[in-house]
């Protein structure tokens, strides 16, 4: 697998994990943390958001199907969402949306600056900032004050404490889709703005010291020119009998996130079923590849 990240991004951080702990060897495709993403956006034609995998040229956004594709290579339903209840899955929606969102918000912005212009050069910084500007306005999500965010935080963090049993994991005695999906949010908040909050969380503290350890770190870097020499080489994967279920399919569609970085994606959608949209789309430089979006949080148009 590859897949295409940036270092401080948590989406990526828990995909990381995830594939070091399933034991799946990947190739690691290293964007910007902005737009424009030279290797990567002529293939997938439009989606901005990080992280994106692919094997040859069938490319996943999104970390629910980008970890679907991880359970079925590694054979551990756990690592799927659609392993889930309903409740779960809400909890992690709320994880994952509101909780990480309340990270950078319950942050001054004098630190967030402080943080940025630590990573990155004074003017990446200025980018960074016009860009993630650009992101919040065409938000349909609600932001929260600073005030509601670090209250937030501090629930959903007491509320973790007591949700860690002393399995160890969320869900028992070995990691889940369940710990992956929490672990980035942590991570997010401990790497951005320190740990301090661990000090009287016990459980989280061990629980996130365990996650942290599943992380083997070892990179194979993949360039430009392998990229291509990949996607071009490959065909997209023959598409299983239950993709067959979309009413629109074989037509022209676009396909975007529902809540923020909306940016819409065309093909020709050639599968479709209650966890995930195909796109075909065709590529100058690679031949037709494949496109897989997850329904959850994803609008399909006709166009
Ligand atoms: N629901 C998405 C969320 C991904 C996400 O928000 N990623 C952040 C980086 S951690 C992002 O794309 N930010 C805008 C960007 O990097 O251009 C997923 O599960 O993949």
């Known amino acids: 697998m590859i897949l295409h990240h ?89 994880i994952e949306k509101d909780v990480f969102f309340a990270v950078p918000n319950s942050s001054s912005g004098l630190n ?17 900032i016009k860009d993630r500007i650009g992101v919040a306005k065409g938000m349909k999500l609600k932001m929260k004050s600073r005030h509601k965010s670090q209250a937030l935080l501090d629930s959903s963090i007491d509320e973790l404490e007591t949700r860690l049993s002393d399995d160890l994991f969320l869900q028992g005695g070995r990691p889940t889709i369940m710990d992956f999906s929490v672990h980035h949010v942590i991570w997010f908040r401990a790497n951005s703005f320190g740990n301090d909050f661990l000090r009287d969380k016990p459980r989280i503290a061990k629980w996130f010291a365990s996650m942290n350890k599943l992380s083997k ?58 966890n995930r949209s195909v796109l075909r789309r065709p590529t100058k430089q690679c031949g037709d590849v494949h496109i897989h979006f997850p329904k959850r949080g994803f609008e399909t148009r006709l166009l």
């Open 217 to 274: 770190d070892a990179r194979n870097p993949i360039d430009r020119s392998q990229l291509v020499a990949v996607t071009k080489g490959a065909t997209p994967r023959q598409l299983d009998d239950n993709l067959m279920q979309g009413e629109y399919l074989g037509k022209a569609v676009s396909i975007r996130p529902d809540d923020y970085a909306r940016d819409a994606v065309e093909g020709i959608l050639v599968g479709q079923d209650i």
């Open 6 to 94: 940036y270092d401080m991004s948590p989406f990526s951080e828990k995909i990381r994990l995830m594939l070091d702990y399933a034991g799946i060897e990947w190739q690691s495709s290293i964007v910007p943390p902005m737009p424009p993403r030279p290797s990567i956006d002529p293939i997938v034609g439009g989606y901005r958001r990080i992280p994106i995998a692919q094997i040859g040229a069938d490319v996943f956004c999104d970390t629910q199907i980008i970890c679907a594709e991880v359970a079925a290579l590694s054979n551990q339903a756990e690592l799927s969402y659609e392993s889930l209840s309903v409740e779960e899955i809400d909890y992690l929606e709320h």
């Open 112 to 128: 967030t600056i402080a943080l940025l212009f630590k990573t990155f050069t004074p003017i990446q910084a200025i980018k960074f």
